[in-house]
């Protein structure tokens, strides 16, 4: 009798991460929980002890096998190798907590109160205990996170929607939640080579209806794989469903806290071919979009959803250009539109000049197509091209004016995306910047670089205003905590390929003033300047902003650094 060997195991050393200087080992394909103990997984600040209740790890996901392993890798080959952004975590609650109380003052000299500032800052209202005792337990998966609610607490109202004036892009907010679109195809059912395959948790329906709404939801992309979990589940490393592409790597993701409900979530996805897929986990059905790379084939980097809209999301391609699509619309062959181009002041007919070499045009954003263009029957809604270099990532400003953008040539852009208007140009002081955040106010700018330090821009004096030194190796990610933020005081924290965890505080005193806002208190915005009086080349000149010596900038260091966080997270 003719029995079939048992099939191959998957070998010990895959090819993620083996074009890398440190190649990573392939492990299981379940995801592991533990409970470490120790004063290793404490660290202690000065509003109490922090310590590290549970640590749940993330399997990587086995190489699919119709991909092709690389045999000998040539660490000083110059070929691109395939984008891969290792492990990305956002966090969701369908009943927000409430966010911190604090004074939004935004880009204007105007000050507008949102709340009484508080004269102390307690996360808790018995904070001493909590602090006391290492932090409050997260066995129960409660909301302890403010990343879904705060964009919601502190949106203003009064900035329009993005394409307002549009007639085309009008559309009317739907209010039965039951009556959301959904996406077209059936995840589970789906016979698309894209998808390798789907592993929906037998119990779903049971574990949906029996958890509290004010519990979290987890989504993590890592390489090949897309997890959904349930974080106020007593079995945590049991994903609700988990997604396996053929050879795409997820790169990033988003949720969007303006359509969440108890039967609704829209999460998208980008992906290192380019694509996108708008996907609902609860009745776990998808869409592709820029399938093929239709409108741009390049990996997507970074994923928002435009804050307060139900359709529109912005995706960060790595030739350096931000679409916006609409989750609803088909695609399209997209060549840009000439009449956008050509008539608008702040772009340029010409290709983008790289800003390392000086280009002439690498202060202005070349549009095309606007966001007012009248050919809105198909993705994308928008397209600008920034320069020719990757973009690394952005943030929205809490007041839904403004965009943060950071790229591999090291520059900073602040933009008026209602507009689409660049206002400021800044420069890291080597290499390229990795990532970026608003303070909950809308008064600083927070970008981490390849040179190993995070930088803190002021946006009302358009001016680097200090330097933080603290990590020795790329800043990975930062991010302010909105409960240690007044407005005179600031927390924040960061990551770095280090492995080091820091945490920051600074003070408005702390920061560097440059002379020209110190010398008078009514000099005009920067935003309100007028350059009626600029050609076209001296209105770039002052958009940009040169890189500020060492020695004339403040060198913060951080208030606690911990050698237990992971790079990737």
């Given at each position: 009798?003719?029995v079939?060997?048992?099939p ?6 895959g090819?993620y991460g083996?074009g890398?200087i ?7 394909t379940?995801?592991t929980?533990?409970n470490?103990?120790?004063?290793e997984w ?8 922090y310590t590290l209740k549970?640590d749940l790890h993330?399997?990587t996901?086995p ?7 690389v045999?000998?890798p040539?660490?000083?080959s110059?070929?691109p ?5 290792g492990?990305?975590?956002s ?5 927000s907590r409430?966010?911190?109380n604090f004074?939004?003052r935004?880009l204007s000299s105007t000050?507008?109160a ?13 904070e ?13 998966g ?6 879904d609610?705060?964009a919601?607490?502190i949106?203003i ?6 394409g307002?004036?549009?007639?085309l892009?009008?559309?009317?907010p739907?209010k039965?939640v ?11 059912k ?5 998808i390798?395959r789907?592993i929906v948790?037998e119990?779903?329906s049971?574990k949906?209806t ?5 519990g979290?939801f987890a989504?993590?992309n ?5 997890q ?16 396996l ?17 108890v039967?609704?979530l829209?999460v998208?996805?980008g ?10 986990p609860i009745?776990?059905r998808?869409?592709?979009?820029n399938?093929?790379g239709?409108?741009?084939g390049?990996p ?8 307060g ?8 391609h790595?030739?350096?250009?931000l679409v916006?699509?609409?989750?609803e619309?088909e695609?399209?062959?997209?060549n840009p ?5 050509n008539?608008n002041v ?6 983008l ?5 000086g280009?002439?045009?690498h202060?202005?954003?070349r549009?095309?197509?606007s966001?007012?263009s009248?050919?809105q029957?198909?993705?994308p809604?928008?397209a600008w091209?920034?320069s020719n270099?990757r973009i690394n990532?952005f943030?929205?400003s ?5 965009l943060?953008v950071?790229s591999e040539?090291?520059t ?10 660049l206002l ?8 390229g910047l990795t990532?970026v955040?608003w303070?909950p ?5 927070l970008?981490g ?8 821009w002021s ?20 991010a302010?905590?909105?409960w240690?933020c007044?407005?005179?005081?600031y927390?924040?924290g960061?990551?770095g390929e ?6 920051w ?8 003033r440059p002379?020209a806002?110190?010398?008078t208190?009514t000099?005009s915005?920067?935003?309100l300047?007028s350059?009626?009086n600029l050609?076209?080349?001296d209105?770039?000149m002052?958009?940009?902003h040169?890189?500020?010596?060492r ?6 260091p951080?208030v ?8 990737d997270?």
């Amino acid at each position: 009798m003719f029995v079939l060997p048992p099939p191959p195991r998957y070998p010990t050393m895959g090819p993620y991460g083996a074009g890398g200087i440190h190649p990573v080992p392939m492990i299981e394909t379940n995801n592991t929980l533990s409970n470490p103990t120790g004063p290793e997984w404490q660290f202690l600040v000065g509003e109490g002890t922090y310590t590290l209740k549970e640590d749940l790890h993330l399997a990587t996901p086995p190489p699919h096998p119709s991909e092709a392993t690389v045999p000998n890798p040539n660490p000083l080959s110059t070929l691109p190798q395939p984008a891969s952004a290792g492990t990305s975590v956002s966090l969701i609650a369908l009943e927000s907590r409430p966010a911190p109380n604090f004074l939004y003052r935004g880009l204007s000299s105007t000050t507008l109160a949102l709340s009484g500032a508080p004269s102390s800052i307690q996360e808790h209202p018995n904070e001493g205990r909590y602090s006391a005792e290492g932090g409050k337990t997260s066995e129960e998966g409660r909301t302890g996170s403010t990343s879904d609610a705060q964009a919601t607490s502190i949106t203003i109202g009064s900035a329009p929607a993005f394409g307002e004036g549009n007639a085309l892009l009008t559309q009317v907010p739907t209010k039965d939640v039951n009556k959301k679109r959904k996406p077209k195809n059936n995840m589970t059912k789906s016979n698309s080579s894209f998808i390798s395959r789907v592993i929906v948790n037998e119990s779903l329906s049971k574990k949906l209806t029996e958890r509290s709404n004010d519990g979290l939801f987890a989504f993590a992309n890592i390489n090949r794989a897309f997890q959904w979990l349930d974080m106020s589940s007593s079995s945590k490393q049991d994903y609700l469903t988990k997604i396996l592409f053929t050879k795409a790597h997820c790169l990033c993701h988003d949720v969007n806290v303006h359509t969440k409900s108890v039967s609704h979530l829209d999460v998208i996805m980008g992906f290192s071919t380019g694509e996108v897929i708008w996907w609902e986990p609860i009745s776990q059905r998808y869409t592709r979009l820029n399938k093929n790379g239709a409108i741009n084939g390049t990996p997507v980097a970074a994923i928002r959803w435009i804050p307060g809209s139900e359709n529109l999301f912005l995706a960060a391609h790595m030739d350096g250009s931000l679409v916006v699509y609409d989750k609803e619309k088909e695609d399209a062959q997209f060549n840009p539109e000439e009449e956008a181009i050509n008539g608008n002041v702040n772009g340029t007919s010409g290709e983008l000049s790289d800003a390392s070499n000086g280009g002439a045009h690498h202060n202005s954003i070349r549009i095309n197509k606007s966001v007012h263009s009248k050919n809105q029957k198909v993705n994308p809604v928008a397209a600008w091209k920034l320069s020719n270099h990757r973009i690394n990532a952005f943030s929205f400003s809490p007041d839904n004016r403004h965009l943060a953008v950071v790229s591999e040539d090291g520059t900073l852009r602040i933009i008026d995306y209602l507009k689409e208007e660049l206002l400021d140009v800044f420069y890291s002081y080597y290499g390229g910047l990795t990532c970026v955040c608003w303070s909950p106010d809308g008064q600083y700018v927070l970008t981490g670089g390849q040179d190993d330090l995070i930088s803190i821009w002021s946006l009302s004096d358009s001016a680097l205003v200090a330097r933080c030194q603290g990590h020795q190796s790329w800043v990975s990610a930062v991010a302010f905590d909105p409960w240690r933020c007044d407005e005179r005081n600031y927390r924040f924290g960061s990551v770095g390929e280090d492995g080091r965890l820091c945490l920051w505080d600074f003070s408005v005193g702390m920061l560097h003033r440059p002379k020209a806002r110190a010398e008078t208190a009514t000099t005009s915005n920067s935003r309100l300047r007028s350059n009626s009086n600029l050609d076209t080349e001296d209105e770039e000149m002052a958009i940009a902003h040169p890189v500020e010596p060492r020695a004339r900038i403040p060198m913060l260091p951080p208030v606690l650094v911990s050698f237990n966080a992971r790079a990737d997270m």
